[in-house]
C-alpha cells in the first residue's frame, strides 16, 4: 500500500529554516502530483505547495511564496519542502499528499481521497 512519512519538523526561531522531506513507498512516485499541506492547533488543514508529477509546474500558498520551496527527487521517491525565514504563524503539522492517480494535475485542495503522511510537527518561537 502507499506509505508517506514525514520527517524533519522540530522547533526554530522565527527567522531561521528547516527542510521537510516525506519518503514515497507503495507508487510510482515519479508519476503522481504531490503536495504539502499543514493543519494550526484550531484551524482547517490548508494548502502550502504543490508540485506537479514531472516537476515543472508549482503552486505556493500566498502566505508561503518567497519563503518556502517544493522539490521532488524521483530517483529517491522523495519530496522535500524547504522553509525560509519562518515565522510564528507557520507553526502547525505539516503534512505529505499524494495525488490518488497518476499523472493528475496539482493538488489544491485536502482531498481526503489523497494519500496522506502522518505529518510532522513545526514550532517556530518568536
Known amino acids: 500500500q502507499v506509505q508517506l512519512v514525514e520527517s524533519g519538523g522540530g522547533l526554530v526561531q522565527a527567522g531561521g529554516s528547516l527542510r521537510l522531506s516525506c519518503a514515497a513507498s507503495?507508487?510510482?512516485?515519479?508519476?503522481?502530483?504531490m503536495g504539502w499541506f499543514r493543519q494550526a492547533p484550531g484551524k482547517d488543514r490548508e494548502f502550502v505547495a504543490s508540485l506537479s508529477w514531472n516537476g515543472y509546474t508549482t503552486s505556493y500558498a500566498d502566505s508561503v511564496k518567497g519563503r518556502f520551496t517544493i522539490s521532488r527527487d524521483n530517483a529517491k521517491n522523495t519530496l522535500f519542502l524547504q522553509m525560509n525565514n519562518l515565522n510564528p504563524e507557520d507553526t502547525a503539522v505539516y503534512y505529505c499528499?499524494?495525488?490518488?492517480?497518476?499523472?493528475?494535475?496539482?493538488?489544491?485542495?485536502?482531498?481526503?481521497?489523497?494519500?496522506w503522511g502522518q505529518g510532522t510537527q513545526v514550532t517556530v518561537s518568536s
Open positions: 499528499a499524494a495525488d490518488n492517480s497518476p499523472l493528475g494535475g496539482l493538488l489544491r485542495r485536502p482531498d481526503n481521497n489523497n494519500y
Open positions: 507503495g507508487l510510482t512516485f515519479s508519476r503522481y502530483a
